[in-house]
Each structure stands twice: as C-alpha cells, then as structure tokens.
C-alpha cells in the first residue's frame, strides 16, 4: 500500500526474501478497496510466489527486467536482535535486481522492532525516516479500521503540506479591465512608440486615438458586453490595434488564423456566436462570409474611423455596463471531439497577468518588446502586456517570420530587448547573434540543454499557464545546469496537487495539478458539461468559487509557501507540438469521419530527426482500401496544418492488450518516407540541399522529387534547413521558399536562381610530413615546457552515474568520439626544429578500466 500511494500507480513490485533469493511479488493496488481485501491478495500472492521459491536470481533477472525499490523480510520474534546491525536478511539474499531500501521487521510481543539499510546514492536518512514514518501511519490505520479503502489512509503528516493546500502566489491584485490595462499608459508618454512592424511605427497617442475611434464604429455595429467579434488578421500593426479597438468597444475579441482550413474557421465562427468580423485587404477575399467583415485597410471603415470622435470611451458610450466578469477574449484549442473548443477568459484576472509580468520580468519604459507569437496563441496577451504595462515598445515579427536566422536578424536589427518564444523556436535561434536581456520559454517542456544554451546570456524565464486559465499561473527563473521547473505561483494564484482520490500530495510524490482563484477562466463557450468535468468546486477557496483540473501530472520540489513545481507529463492523450496544445481524439474524430477508415489513433512519436511528430494509425473499412495522400488531404481541409499528421500507417489489425484495450506500445514504428521513387541528385546544389534534408530530418537518404514535409519536416524544422542551405551556399533565402518549393528538385532551382553556383567539392588535401603545430597548440606545448607536472589546460571530471553502467556500451562510446575527432589524439612531441603534430591511431587509445570503490 505504501509503494501504491507513493508511486501513484495500481502496479506495484515489493521483493520478499525465500532462502537464497529474493522473490519479487507483484500485487495490484486500488485504492477504492479496503485494507482486508489488499490483504487477502497479498496472501495469495505470496503462496504462489513460495511454490516457485526455488527459481534462481540469475533465470528471475533473465525472465523481466525487475527493479525492486522495496524488499519487506518479517522474522520470527527475537527479543535479542541486535537493532545496530546494518545488513538483514533482506539485503544478504540475492536480488534479482538493485534494491533501493530494505525493510527488516521483527514482531515483538508488544512491538514490531523495526530496522532500514537504503543506497546511500538514491536516499538520505531523512528521506529514509519520513517513508518509514508514512508506513507505520497506515500501519496504525489498517490495524484500526482494515476496512477503511487503502486510497483514504491518511499517511501524510501535517507538517508536510503546510504551505501547499494550496500553495498560493503573491496577494491578488484589483481587478480592472483590459482596455484600461492597455492604454492607460498612452496619457503619460504619447509620444513614445508603441508598435514598430520593420519601417511602419505608430505611437501611443496615435494607437490610443485610433482605438477610441474604431471602438465607436464597432459600438454602433452592435458590439458591446458578452459580444463576440472575430479577428482573421494575421500578426502585424493591425492586429495589435484592433485588440485594442475591440477592448474599449466592451466586446470580446475571437482570433480565428486566416491559415486555418475554411472549415475550421466556419466552425470558430459559428460556435462563438461572433456578430461581426475585422479582417484586412490581404485576407478577406479567403474568409467565409458566416458573419460580416469590415476591412480595416478598406476605404469605407476608413472614412467611418476618421468621422469619429478620438476620445476615449466610457459606459455611457457603450450599449451596457462593462464589468470584470465580462469576457475579454474567447480564444479555441484543440477539442478531443473533433472540434475546437472555446474558452471564455474574462477581465478579472488580467491585472494579477500584468503585475506578475512585471514582478517577476522587470521590463523598463525603454524596453523593446518581441511580438511573435500568433494572435490564435494566448501568448501574444503575455507578449502586449509585458509591453503596453510600462509603455514600452511592442516590436512586431513579419508574419512570414518562423524562427532561425529571419528571427534573430529581426530580434538584432530591431534591438529587441525582451522575448517570448516556444523552445521549439528558440532552439532555431543561435544566442550569439542577438543581445537580449530577457528571455521566456513557454508553451512545451523547455529541454535542459536549451537553458544551457541561453541562460548564462540573459535572463532566462520559463512560463507555464494551460489556456484555461488567464495565461500564465507559474513563472520559473532558469539557470544552467539547474533542474528546469514551471516555478511558482503568480499573483492570486492558488494550487495544489492532489492525488486520483483527490487527496492532497506532500513534495516528491507526483499528483495531478489544480489551479485556483480568480485567473481560473468561465469555462468552455457553450459547453456546460464539458466545463463541469474540468472546472470543478474549489474546497481552499471561497463558496461557489471553482479550480481548474489540468491532466498535467506535476510535483513539488520544496515545502513552503513558495513551493516550486516540476512537470512530469500527462494524465491523459493531450500532446504539445511547438507549442499548440494538442488533443490527439480531435484528429482521429477527422480520421474515422473519412469513409475508407474504421479506426484510427494518434501519438506523438520522436522523428528521426528528434523533433516530436503526429503519427497517426488507421484500420480500413472491410472491403476498403486507404489512400494515403487522399486521407492526408481530407486531414488538412478540416485541420490545421500543425495538427495533420506526419505519417499515416495502415494497420491490418488493431493489437490488443488481454484486457482488450488497444496496445499502444504494440504499435509499429511509423515510417516517414516519401511516396515517389528514389532519384539521386546530380548537380553539386542538389547534393547540397539533400544532405541537409537528409540530416535535419535524420534519415539515410532524399532523393530530388521528395517533399521536405511529406518526409516529417515541419516550419521549424525549416527554419534550421535554410540557415544550413544559406550557410553553405552564400544565398539568403527565407524560409517561405521551402514552403513554395518543398522538394530538393524545386528548391535547388530557387536557390540557383537567387544567385547560388555549383562549387567544386571540398575534399582533403596532402597531409605534410611532418605536420607543423598551429600557434594555439604551439603555446599549449610551451605552457606545459615550464611545467611538466601542471594540470594546466587538463578538465579534471566527476560524473555521477545512477544505475547499473554498461561498461562495453560506454567504452564504445568513447572509441567512437574519439576516433572521429582527431584533436582528442593529437599530441605534440618535441623535435629538434620544435614540436609538430602526430595523430595517434585510434587503436593506440587506452580501454577504459573500470575500478570499484
């Protein structure tokens, strides 16, 4: 019971001693069953594991791949057992495999005598006493009741939660509402820029005047309080002005991506009951006329802005009150049913938004703000609030714009000094060749490496706030080599972690998170049970108040008030891509809605290339036959192309567990591959260009007539690929062109059209004998001449490894390093006219020797 509840899981492995051995015993744990019927299992358990006691460790260790965290040995009472001792029979017999605590009891009359040994490596005494202290409280409470259901037993002390139910942030802020967020700092520096988009800026007082007046335009078509507006605009000034347009109007702004399947956006449309559209010259001829657009760009909204008054607006203006719990904006995200879902985020807790950002991020007045995520991803709020808080400058990224070199040329030439970005899009950037000084990840797990990367450069700040809530609940400062977390809670943010019972959780053990107070948004648009499931009544809060259940399967990494959280997956199907929030049924609905396919399920699997990509599943109607391209097609009219599915694979039958659930892990590895056959390149830029495909992809080979995407690239992905092709051969071509021209036939034409020359090969010349040391090794060689016995230059390490060391696996590791780089077994003897290179043979370098201690 004690390994159910502290593992969170219904599987559990506990080692039992038998002679010689040690029997591993696998007993299924649920915790809606007493005490008493755990019990008699246990019983069972145990007779048919000592029928089988006489199985040696070594057939044990070969029949599963154990690990035993616990082993329990019970002897016969032995009131001279000498309570100093640090082996017990547990830890004499042979495991199958490494035990991290063993358990000694010996029953007294009175007493159970009670001894601990633990691998120092995976323990501390501490953390040896708190899990014996957590046994011996079920240990009172099923000898007390062994009736009562093993997930209720109460095992925590109460000093262990103190602090975190819930954990809380800083003290929540007065509500206001946004569009006085926005523009109340357009009265104290008017005259500073607040939007910059290349050569275009407006300045506050112009975006403040202008807003005032498209507000009244809006309010006499009918826009006010509870009232949806869409916005099919893509990133740029006219976006970022219409929000504010929108905000002081009363309404509610509804970004719906010009991108989008048609489809798509007719379903957004519909289901928000949006009254109105505002759109652009550049995208109205795309959209569906479901509601009426007025153009922005347009002559006629042009002469109506211009006829209207500049000042600013007020209740009397609108068509009703404007409250806090009004809804600010309705923004989609993926819907497990096939259709995006919308959530409804009111005012009230945009101001604890823009206090939290500005504790925490600290920008100034002179900051210079990077606007990069889409107007569809709530982010872009993140990104104006950082900005319109302090009158700073808002620098607004060309939509065209993915990431890689495009990026970072616009973060350098517009001296961008704060940013948000998706990891995924960050790791396309080099550091070295922008100067920010803050930097905030969000969106998806930010990898280790990332932080490495950036964090000794600036400040590096990761953010972490599901769409359910108003943007960002947690903010973590990141520093190198220290563990990646989602950090603490923001102002007026409470949460806490609570187990499948609904228990709260004391640091170390994993729970699922629950986010209170008045961030929490109003629920799903027009889905009342929907909202029910995942907006459920907050116990901590005050009455009638609800927390929002977010599947992510966190845990505390201190006690305190200021509780530090660390993400460590999912409760359930729900994938990130580059930072969109995807629920894996929504496509497998579009999947089985086309008429060849019966059944169908997605995963994110890892590419070739280490990216993580959507691979879909699918078992034909009997009789039917499965086109892929022709699904692939059926996808994207309904999806948007970051939800459609990098490979489809045809499925003769679905594997099943013995329960007859599907077997995911039975599933076949997909396989990203073009449908055409194999042609080789033949000019040297058609080599080019399929080398890198082929190693940014991370497969053996591309022909000319593959498709970049149809081989699982994607627009990040695209952006590292131009940056390699622009490097090797002098072009500057963005990343639009792979997009215009995906396959290495098409492309190479463009690049030889922007100015790029077949070259000849670089190919190795004669090495010289002898050959002469360079200037940096010659001074290595005469720093080591005044002392021979310095460890000047040598990088002393000691890596701690956890778990049992493949020494052959290592071993070949380091022969492959080190016979591909030969600057590892380059020495420099001396000779009569000074030192020279010699590179040794790689047999000539010593085998690793692995000694115990």
Known sequence: VLVARLTVSEDTVVGMPAGAT?????????GAESFGTVLARVHDVVAGALSHADVSAETLERAADLMLPVVLSVDDPDPAIDTTATATDAATARPPAPVDVALHVAPGDTELRVRCTYADEVFDADAIRELVDRWARILAAVTTDPEVPVGDIDFVAPADLAGLVPARGRPTMSPQLWHELLSSVAAIVPDTVALSCLDRTVTYRELDEWSNRAARVLVDAGLGPEKFVALGIARSIESVAAIWAVAKSGAAFVPVDPS??????????????????????????????????????????????????????????????????????????????????GVVVPHRGLSNLAASLHNRLAPLPTARVSHFSSPSFDASIFEYMTAFGVGATLVIVPDTVYGGDELARIWREQGVTHAFATPAALASVDPAQVDLEVVIVAGEACPPELAARWAPRCRMYNGYGPTETTVVVNIAALRAGNPITLGTPVCGVNEVLLDQRLHPLPPVLAGELYIGGPDVTRGYHNQPGLTATRFVADPYGPPGSRMYRTGDVVRWRSNGERANAEYLGRSDFQVKIRGFRIELGEIDAVLTDHEDVAFAVTLGRTAPSGDTLLASYVLPETGHTVDVAALLAHVGRRLPGYMVPAAVTVLDRIPLTPVGKLDRRALPDPVFTSATEFTAPTTDIERTVAEVFTDQLGLDRVGIDDSFFDLGGNSLIATRVLARINAALGTDLGVRALFESP?????????????????????????????????????????????????AYNIPMAIRLTGRLDVEALSAAVRDVVTRHEALRTVFPATADGPVQRVLSPDTVPALDPVPV
């Open 22 to 30: 040690v029997l591993p015993l696998r007993i299924p744990v649920f």
């Open 743 to 791: 396959t290495v036939r098409a492309l190479s034409a463009a690049l030889h059209a922007a100015g790029a020359v077949d070259r000849p090969p670089l190919v190795a010349g004669p090495r010289p004998d002898p050959v002469p040391v360079s200037a940096a090794q010659q001074r290595l060689w005469f720093v080591n001449q005044l002392d021979t016995a310095s460890a």
């Open 260 to 341: 989008y399947p048609r489809d798509r956006v007719e379903h957004m449309l519909t289901d928000s009951g949006a009254v109105l559209g505002l759109t652009t010259a550049r995208h109205h001829g795309t959209l569906p006329d479901t509601v009426p657009w007025l153009v922005l760009d347009g002559p006629d909204f042009k002469e109506r802005v211009d006829a209207a008054s500049p000042l600013p607006l007020t209740d009397l203006d609108r068509r009703a009150d404007l409250h806090v719990d009004h809804p600010a904006y309705l923004i989609y995200t993926s819907g497990s049913t096939g259709r995006p879902k």
